[in-house]
């Protein structure tokens, strides 16, 4: 198994869960989980046996640290979390089902994250010994601040030689503070290795308005546009999501590499349990297959919606599975009960 | 929007539900809950804009006062339900799941409801500023007081002009108290505007032996059956399920307006939460769309059959969507998640 | 009884509580309530028997209308609620026990309340009919927009001759706005009728040094120099509590009337199940008598500290107590189970 | 160890407790237990190694079948228990702390045990083998058809040579079926052996006016007055419990054998957990003494009083404690942690 | 109803699950329950209304008086259950769904069953009055001491001339104690009147190769091989899956009697809510058809195919439903809700 | 602050907690928690600030795994941790109160830490860069190889110069193996420089049998004999605890340094929480504070017994709090609630 280490810069937050699928209003608990795109990712690989980092702001206060401890329990390594600023940002979810979609509030406005500053880290130090800097669209968006701190750690990473990865992963709710995300991520995407995003937020940030409809072609075709402006770019991956109902839901992805399309294979996801982190569990699985198989772009994509399909199933933002369960999902053994 | 009030008259229920789709037996709590017929129909109403007013019998002890809490929670007006008598009426759920049914054990004898008497309430004063109550068949099944009062209530409501409706709502085992439904139902439905009931009790009520196979030609037969025999009856509205399971039903309806009928659309719900109060569902969506509509039937059935699918997903009685959500429904608006 | 009616004004949280007195890193859900000092003055009085309004600001989302369901549910009358902003405040809170003690993490900045303005408010729309207005020193604290609402409230409040009631409730925390409470609170003083706050608070406010040691002697002492500076006060009623552990506490307090001093008696509460909104509850319960007992003080005062203590035994923010409750305790009818 | 063997008879309840100390109107679920004062008593005496028999009437739907299952979970012999009528009797418990009582709704008119009839049990069948039959006075309250299968049951019990015990606890909202307890339980106490009661009931009951103030004297004078009229009664128990709060008691209880007193010791209990069913632990700690003890009539009245005070500890009606864990405590041994 | 009476001799264990569909790694809590094959199958009798006797050995503590306990709860006859050894039996079971396989932790060894040494039980006293034996394959791995106790039992059943039967179930990673399945079960199969087993399990306990790849030819092939080889044998019943994913599964079954196929239905099951006991509560049904349908092989197929259906329904082991039930899923009455 | 780190060796147990107070019987969950004397020390002082590494031997599958992740969520450091074996060692707790003691079934035979062997651990490369190691009297009771595993640390850690602790910690039942704690113990102590045990415990382990009565002298007394016996021993910490009630504790420790004795307060406890790991929150603090209080014994002892009773609050073994809290309950500030 390689043993290149993967890093993750973004916010993490704390999730309040209405349980037993009511609604918010009926709800008198929350369940309470920690989760972020980019902590996801990292905790996802040391689950499949990649001991990763993770890099984020949080308050000195228990649920800071509470938040951070969350992590550590995965084994994910936190040593490099700044503890300071005022508090944890925070998302509410109700979970869907059939016809009624799930909802999600976010409360993640001044956050420690959101309010750290250039220079709170040494990126240098932070980096060092890392093969692969993996962000996504979320981080910039979330203040002027955090983008030029994931600005800071991007130059970096490239003048290291890094690999990087983006999820482009567009809110655009949370594009608030001033500049839009068409005006700053082609900057940030100019450094990247690796792209990944549905077909709709690529066409939209980048002005791509014709398309073929499925969904090989369209890889083709979006691959083709962002490798020829994007010179570092050497895969992009277009996924792929058929939204039946708030609990039933098909899924699948394709991967670009300059020449080729590798198209995965659709899953049906019928009863949904926890859809949240289902994008991030693909991104893991991209940069997993990219570092552990050498080149074999079709078991990396397969391997990359087994992930995102795995996740479905498991509540909470992260996909705590191992890479022998995901195998076995890409490997078409079921059986149902392990004894 | 139209600022016509309902008014909604009958008995609130504690519901006591087993956790965890256990049996009966294995609970060790129940979760608890409070509806009824036509306290649903008031609270759906509010929820969806259109605040009601609820008229009921309760116990002057912490549980009826914990009932009339939960009402007023949703922001239905209570200023009218009267605090006497001796005990809540219960009922007991069970859960089923596929080929397993769910059970309903009532206990709800000699409650403060089917003790109230005519004259405990001051009908005029109640419907005053109002302009349409709502009764089920449910509430003179109770008790022949509870007829009684219901009786009044009818004929103070047409003295004042307003819009009945009714929905029939037939629970055999609870007519014990000496008169059956075709003995009373009729004169009550004399005065009404608006009938909703399935084809079946239809059938049964008023001895219709002969009825088309097709939802939209039964409606039609029932409807000119039923317009015909009762003069003051403007929509007779015909609900359908399909039970596939416990979990999987089918659902749709139609409406009668004296020349025509219009069906709505079939839809799905292949993992039910919670069908309690799904028909109380499509009885405030009739009710909002022929307020709200203005004579759009085709919109005001679609709006009824889209709010009882949305309350097959939502735990408890109640309904709790807007209006919102429910045009989502109709318009195919699908999201999965909103952020 | 007396039809006096009693408004308050304030900010409105969501209380998201660690269960089963675990430690904040243990959570891995959190019970979720509602409450905030004067919120709490009107459902005690509702639910003794004096139904109340609250005015407020809160988020137009489904976690502001969760809240205000919650006070609808006591009887509250929320129809001046402004539904308008970003977040709801929100707090934390650990419940402590013996040597450790409770923690309360805010998380209340940037909150609609917060950042409601002058003008937001028609005052004589909405005192129309009131006799009280009641507030705390929490509102100014919260922003300077607040503080400025809260002005217009009191002035027109005075205009309309109604009774005006603080309650200190300093929490030098919140302050952040830029003024102190020394330089904003006095003016608002002016205005009030009725003035209560513990000793330390009123000394340290109102720069007074020296005190006398034991209640009575204190209460005259302050109480003197309160209503000769404040020339509209009648009351000043000065808590007090010794804090044995988290969960053993004693309280007491006494009212002084520009003349005398009523002490009230010491209750010991020696397993506390939840402390927060304890004050508000002895507030809840002067105003109660004030109103109620025409002016028997004693009584006033034991039915105030009655009030306190049963809140120490109900869970959430809330003195969900009737009057007969309380006075069971002034009267010492203690029963141990009423069946 | 004597093999005597116990049958009781009396109504079983379905137990609905707000859980987590809150109050009825916060409950949004209840814990489900079973109990009854008879019920408790075989239940205590099997677990303390005495397999003993209940008797009594269930309806014969789901409730019924669960609460039925709940004593064989204990192991006590339901093999005549009836299975008929409408509805099972039911009881809602909200615990109280401190200075907030306890409070008790009872539901259980029109119960299937309410509505038995005398010939509906086997007396002779039933209670073959038996050497014990223990009542209390909440069987004859009921109703009147319950006061005549007592009534049966007792002569036939007679007629058997069986020894028959009487536990007063008269509960008087309970007697509604037209005779008070002094008008009907003489004639049933005519025929016991044993009678167990604190003074108040007792006083009431059979019109005694004075008493001296300790526990030793007064049993004294009550267990005389008592064994004058009754001739068949050989002992008298007289029980003691002061009240400080709802969550701090004392108990204590005193034996008469016709020449002497035998007092036990007093217990404090200043953490009460669950009091239900703490009177039933004492009666039944007085038949297993009575039985096992051989005349030693002190270590008698301190089992049964350890037995109470166990009960305290429990969450439920029962008094799941074994012979060995009582003897702990009526020995001194206090270990605090066994391992 | 047929008062022909069952016997079943196994193990078992306490059961212990992550609640809330979560993963292993996720829980702070385990639902507990109880549960193993031959104690499934009496309990499932006993429910369907023929009361059965369970024997087994259990730690004399209060883990093994719980699961003693809990079998009693159902009406199981425990009085031959030895109370002796040192552990209870435990497993831990993860619920998955679609994709994510469910997981089985099995922690028994030395448990008090499996060290239970032949002599422990007076088989001759227990099996009197009986008239049906039942065991399983699980039994005869757990331990050589268990397997010699089992031996014993069978000997005797034999000698009273009972019918014998047996599931084969075949866990092969209990197979720890030296000798394997097909060393040990044929030895055992030749006192059996009937054997259940899928194909699988048959195929490779008895070394048959080929078979055909329907139900019918299979049966009817496996049901001849083994007949001849097992001369007691009259009926083999073979089970058959099909594991769409891990909440959705296809079930059916097929009877031999000597001459000729029983085929049953094949029933889908599209959102298992518990599998664990599905094969115990298909030989239930088996047994109980033999017993009441008086050689009725297509409804006793059938029968049991809803039996095992219905379990997957009900959380934990045991298929808690009644005859009726069972029946109305024959017959095909699906009402999806009974009031 | 000192950096000098401490190493803790020992078992880490599954903890299952029945919830709320109730007994074994009435559990159909448990709380799951993880902790072990050793575990327990190397939290508390990482918590406390002072990162510490564990080192013990987990089952390597799901359940290892997730107790491993519940050290590293403390952040400690858990890079040694052997994953091998069959199983984890568990423990079934049931929390008494009052008069009912607590209860404790030990279920950790043939765990992976009992069968792990001399020579699986590289005791110099662990050790390496440990100033400190802590092991109690429980592992070398848990089995041969355990105390083996044992001696090698001891004897490297010795080679090293670390500075060595131990609890006695002697639970008779766990010693299984052969050799009992008196025949073993000296051994290992000879190189051990802190030793902490309870009076009886040192008095029994080393045949002391006349001792002072006062918790001063005794300890004097018992601290002269050991350091006279033991050489390397510079530290004797004798605890004390006053078992008022399952519920109500009172505690203190003494601690001796070849000269002196410093006697610390005794702390009431009247209503513990959670008692277990109350003696490793003691260990913790003495650690704690002999490498942080430069000599100052008086702070250290007081230090430690704050812990401990810091810890009779807290749920789970773990004592989950700062060094600034211990400090806050050592200077006596106790304020209820921190906001």
Redesign the interface.
């Known amino acids: 198994m390689s043993k290149k280490r993967v890093i993750t810069f973004g916010e993490l937050l704390m999730r309040?869960d209405v349980?037993?699928?009511?609604?918010?209003?009926?709800?008198?608990?929350?369940?309470?989980?920690y989760g972020g795109t980019e902590a996801n990712v990292a905790v996802n690989l040391t689950k499949m046996g990649m001991p990763s980092k993770f890099v984020t702001v949080l308050p000195d206060?228990?649920?800071g640290?509470?938040a951070r401890?969350?992590m550590?329990?995965?084994?994910v390594d936190v040593s490099d979390v700044l503890m300071q600023g005022?508090?944890?940002g925070?998302y509410?979810h109700?979970t869907?089902?059939?016809?009624?979609?799930?909802?999600?509030?976010?409360?993640r406005?001044?956050s420690a994250f959101a309010e750290a500053k250039p220079g709170d880290f040494d990126w240098k130090e932070i980096l060092k010994g890392y093969d692969w800097l993996h962000w996504s669209g979320v981080t910039p968006a979330v203040s002027e601040q955090a983008y030029n701190l994931l600005l800071e750690a991007i130059k970096e990473a490239r003048a290291l030689g890094m690999t990087i990865s983006v999820d482009l992963n567009i809110?655009k709710?949370l594009w608030n503070w001033g500049r839009k995300p068409n005006e700053v991520l082609p900057e940030l995407i100019e450094e990247c290795d690796i792209l990944l995003g549905n077909e709709e937020h690529i066409k939209e940030l980048f002005g791509i308005e014709e398309c073929p409809y499925d969904l090989r072609s369209s890889t083709a075709h979006l691959g083709e546009v962002l490798t020829s402006r994007f010179t570092n770019l050497k895969n992009v991956v277009v996924t792929w999501r058929r939204?039946i109902?708030?609990?039933?839901?098909k899924i699948s992805a394709a991967i670009f590499d300059e020449h080729n399309v590798y198209e995965g294979r659709v899953?049906d996801?019928?009863?949904i349990?926890d859809?949240v982190g289902s994008g991030d569990a693909l991104t893991s699985g991209i940069i997993y297959g990219l570092i552990q198989f050498e080149h074999d772009l079709y078991k990396t994509i397969d391997y990359a919606i087994?992930c995102s399909?795995?996740k479905?199933?498991?509540?909470?933002d992260l996909n705590?599975?191992t890479s022998q369960?995901i195998m076995?999902?890409v490997d078409g053994d079921?059986?149902?009960?392990?004894?």
């Open positions: 309040l349980p037993n699928q009511a609604r918010f209003e009926q709800a008198n608990a929350f369940k309470a989980s206060n228990d649920l640290r509470a401890g969350h550590q329990k995965s084994g005022r508090r944890l925070l509410f109700e869907g089902t059939m016809l009624r979609s799930s909802n999600v509030i976010y409360d406005e001044q809110r709710k939204t109902s708030a609990s039933h839901n899953i996801i019928p009863d349990l859809r087994a399909a795995m479905h199933t498991i509540p909470g705590l599975a369960e076995a999902i079921n059986q149902g009960v392990k004894r």
